[in-house]
């Protein structure tokens, strides 16, 4: 088995819905910073150099996903940012991407993770009561609502380490990596 490559700086990509923030460029800036801090290279998002001004709607969005499918495969890991988007579950794209890195065998740090428990977080905005079983369910709908006391969906919480923040993510996934 060849020893590890300690020359090159591990590639982590920087996963979430920042991307959409007017300061995304900032955020992605502040966080390769922090990168290179630590012995790593950042790679966010829009490294890919995807043209998204030519072409149609279908082509550029192809583009982009293939793009980041790209810029994942070549990355040794990833942090997450994991916050309530638009609701109360984390960006679907940033978890098809975390989903994607633990397919391909990538260390996942996840941060800005609310607290309570999802079924607390859920219960909270929608109307919820156990049933007869002890299920918590939605009172409209009668939907279980998952619980086991995890964070998020136990998909996200059993395949990814979960931090505090940014910083802690990545001094977690530099540890993860050796470094």
Same mark, same amino acid.
């Given at each position: 088995?060849?020893?590890?490559? %300690?020359? /090159?700086?591990? /590639?982590?990509?920087?996963?979430?819905p920042?991307? !959409?923030?007017?300061?995304?460029?900032?955020? !992605?800036a502040?966080?390769?910073a $922090?990168?290179?801090?630590? +012995?790593? $290279?950042?790679?966010a998002?829009?490294?890919? #150099?995807?043209?998204? %001004? %030519? #072409?149609?709607?279908d082509?550029?969005? $192809?583009?982009?996903?293939?793009?980041?499918?790209?810029?994942?495969r070549?990355c040794? &890991?990833?942090? @997450? %940012?994991?916050?309530?988007?638009?609701?109360l579950?984390?960006?679907?794209?940033?978890? !098809?991407?975390?989903?994607?890195?633990?397919? =391909?065998?990538?260390?996942?740090?996840?941060?800005?993770?609310?607290?309570?428990?999802?079924e607390?977080r859920?219960? @909270?905005?929608?109307?919820c009561? *156990?049933?007869?079983?002890?299920?918590?369910?939605?009172? +409209?709908? #009668?939907?279980m609502?998952? &619980? =086991? #006391? $995890? *964070?998020?969906?136990?998909? =996200?919480? *059993?395949?990814? @380490?979960?931090?505090?923040?940014?910083?802690?993510? =990545?001094?977690?996934?530099?540890?993860?990596?050796? *470094?």
């Amino acid at each position: 088995m060849p020893l590890p490559d %300690h020359s /090159r700086r591990p /590639r982590i990509y920087l996963a979430g819905p920042d991307v !959409f923030r007017p300061d995304a460029e900032r955020v !992605f800036a502040g966080l390769k910073a $922090q990168c290179d801090a630590l +012995g790593l $290279q950042g790679v966010a998002p829009t490294d890919a #150099g995807v043209d998204t %001004h %030519h #072409g149609s709607d279908d082509e550029i969005a $192809q583009r982009i996903y293939e793009g980041n499918v790209r810029l994942l495969r070549g990355c040794d &890991g990833v942090i @997450a %940012h994991l916050a309530p988007f638009r609701g109360l579950e984390p960006d679907a794209g940033t978890v !098809f991407e975390v989903g994607y890195a633990v397919a =391909l065998g990538r260390p996942v740090v996840a941060y800005g993770v609310p607290e309570a428990s999802y079924e607390q977080r859920v219960c @909270a905005a929608i109307g919820c009561a *156990r049933d007869a079983q002890g299920v918590m369910r939605e009172t +409209g709908s #009668g939907t279980m609502v998952e &619980g =086991l #006391g $995890q *964070r998020l969906n136990l998909m =996200l919480t *059993r395949s990814a @380490a979960i931090e505090a923040d940014a910083a802690a993510a =990545l001094r977690r996934i530099a540890a993860l990596l050796g *470094r």
